[in-house]
């Protein structure tokens, strides 16, 4: 069974900056790839962005040049770093590891962009 541990959501003004951490309790190179998926109200749970084993990572375009997904290996934590925040960014972020068995997920953490 794998556990991921979500962090750092919150409430945070437009234009500004939070940074997402996720914690898995097994090595990631366990895993295919580790992400971020997000779902607002009313919608669809959505890829915000992804990294492989391989360090390749692919981006929502709405997360394009605002937000960056990292991991640090020694820690089995994959970040989301995002900057310039919208009011249409608030949601609830997963976190999502895949491997052989399937996907994974977090308990999610919510963000709201609210001034």
Known sequence: QV???ESGGG???PGGSLRLSCAASRTMFSFNAMGWYRQAPGKERELVADI???GRTDYAD???D???IS???AK???YLQRNSLKPEDTAVYYCNAKDHWGNHWGQ???VTVSS
């Open 76 to 78: 089995n934590t994959v």
């Open 11 to 13: 409430l945070v003004r």
């Open 108 to 110: 999610g953490t919510q």
């Open 62 to 64: 709405s997360a394009k």
């Open 3 to 5: 556990q991921l541990v």
């Open 71 to 73: 991991r640090d290996n």
């Open 52 to 54: 492989t084993t391989g």
């Open 66 to 68: 605002r937000f960056t």
